[in-house]
């Protein structure tokens, strides 16, 4: 039996898959430490045929004691960008060059060999190369572009010029400061470069993280619109509708996963296996180039065990000023005044309530709510209509990211929160 740690470095990743098949470090001790190296997600996975995902996540952590229907507390103390610049934009597949999922099933269009090892030759679109017989060999092409680089600071960002981006492409794995484990192609290479000039702000979060999976799958699977992919998918990772249900929800691109976030992910196999990467510089709800600035980055999440919570999707506390404007607990002057408005009208009932975010997720943006609505009256026992009705006058359904994932957020009755063991947490988030 493996020693329980208090503190858990991780800088290696699975190559593009999750579940129960990947070997957990670990265990951490509940109250422990993560300290993960992630490497960025997206564009370079995508660009890198060998992966079976379109991320590289870490290698998951076993937190000691987690056991299917228990939860695992991610509190995310610190994200620290260390790339100096990114690239990413809008996308398209190339034909010919994968079966059934270009961000799964890849092969070689000239030799054919199946998620072929690369290499980069040289800058530009064309630049990755099979490894194998020397074909260009990308699955995907940009179609509008940028390159971006940011401040020392990591507080501003600037979209560059094709000059200055192409003298990125030189030194590309630097620049987007590749952990020495990562095994994928930097998408500064292809120096894409359409939008130059426009500045924007850093506000680092994770787009990728969570509890592993009852069922092996593409990392970048692991939630309900991409995973539509994978059902009847004529690869070796297809499943049915059913077995989607096996999923965490971990890829949400939620921007609010960020420092100060708690999020409450649901244990679906022995541990839990607590993993990361997909950490993005910036991006406005919806995501809705379908990428936004992938980075690397050193997070630090500290890990508690929730015995017997039975939450069947991720549970967000997001940071106090990321709530919806119904959903922020009253202040005490609002409180003394809803006392007096109800002795006004002669009544003594008076809910004491506190915010929950659940995340849904779903083929579209209404299965994604209504799947969150199910969530939420499952866990809190109530009826779905209760939930939209709390939903609607004391809350808000946001988009989390295009297509189908979304964060269903309402005040719900403190009683309620306590007797599932939340109350503490989400008192320790908003200070009442």
């Not at 870490?58 to 991610?74: K, L, Q, R, S």
């Not at 099933?105 to 020397?134: D, L, S």
Request: net charge negative.
């Amino acid at each position: 039996m493996r020693e329980t740690q208090t503190t858990i470095r991780v800088s290696t990743f699975t190559g593009g898959l999750i579940g129960p098949s990947i070997p957990m470090l670990g265990p951490v001790v509940s109250g422990g430490t993560i300290i993960a190296e992630t490497a960025p997600g997206c564009w370079g996975p995508m660009i890198t045929p060998s992966f079976r995902g379109g991320h590289e996540v870490t290698t998951p952590v076993a937190v000691e004691g987690a056991e299917p229907g228990d939860a695992i507390v991610i509190r995310i103390q610190k994200i620290r960008v260390t790339s100096l610049a990114t690239a990413s934009g809008t996308m398209s597949f190339v034909e010919g060059r994968y079966t059934g999922d270009p961000f799964v099933a890849r092969h070689c269009p000239n030799c054919g060999t199946n998620n072929p090892p690369t290499r980069v030759e040289g800058i530009g679109p064309e630049a990755i190369r099979c490894a194998v017989c020397g074909a260009e060999v990308n699955p995907f092409r940009v179609t509008h572009g940028y390159t971006m680089v940011f401040d020392d600071e990591r507080r501003l960002a600037l979209t560059v010029t094709p000059d200055v981006a192409q003298a990125l492409a030189q030194d590309a794995v630097r620049v987007m400061a590749l952990p020495s484990q990562s095994a994928q192609n930097p998408i500064v290479a292809l120096c894409p470069a359409d939008l130059p000039g426009v500045v924007t702000r850093l506000r680092p979060f994770i787009g990728n993280i969570g509890t592993t999976p009852a069922i092996d799958m593409p990392d970048s699977h692991n939630a309900g619109d991409f995973g539509q992919l994978l059902i009847g998918a004529p690869h070796q990772y297809g499943i049915t509708r059913e077995q989607l249900e096996a999923r965490t929800d971990g890829h949400m691109d939620i921007d609010s996963v960020r420092e100060g976030a708690i999020l409450i992910c649901p244990v679906k196999v022995p541990g839990g296996g607590v993993y990361l990467g997909d950490a993005h510089a910036m991006q406005g709800d919806g995501e809705i180039a379908g990428h936004t600035t992938d980075i690397s980055a050193e997070v630090t999440l500290q890990v508690h065990l929730l015995k017997g919570l039975n939450n069947e999707g991720p549970i967000l506390l997001p940071p106090p000023e990321d709530l919806p404007h119904l959903a922020r607990p009253l202040t005490s002057a609002e409180r003394e005044a809803a006392r007096r408005l109800a002795q006004k009208f002669g009544q003594s009932v008076i809910e004491d309530a506190a915010p929950i975010q659940m995340v849904g997720s779903g083929a579209n943006l209404n299965e994604a709510t209504q799947n969150g609505v199910s969530r939420l009256a499952r866990l809190l026992d109530m009826s779905e209509e209760e939930v939209l009705n709390r939903v609607t006058i004391s809350g808000a359904v946001e988009i989390g990211r295009l297509p189908g994932v979304v964060t269903v957020t309402m005040l719900a009755p403190l009683a309620k929160l306590a007797a599932l063991g939340l109350a503490d947490l989400v008192r320790e988030q908003y200070g009442f």
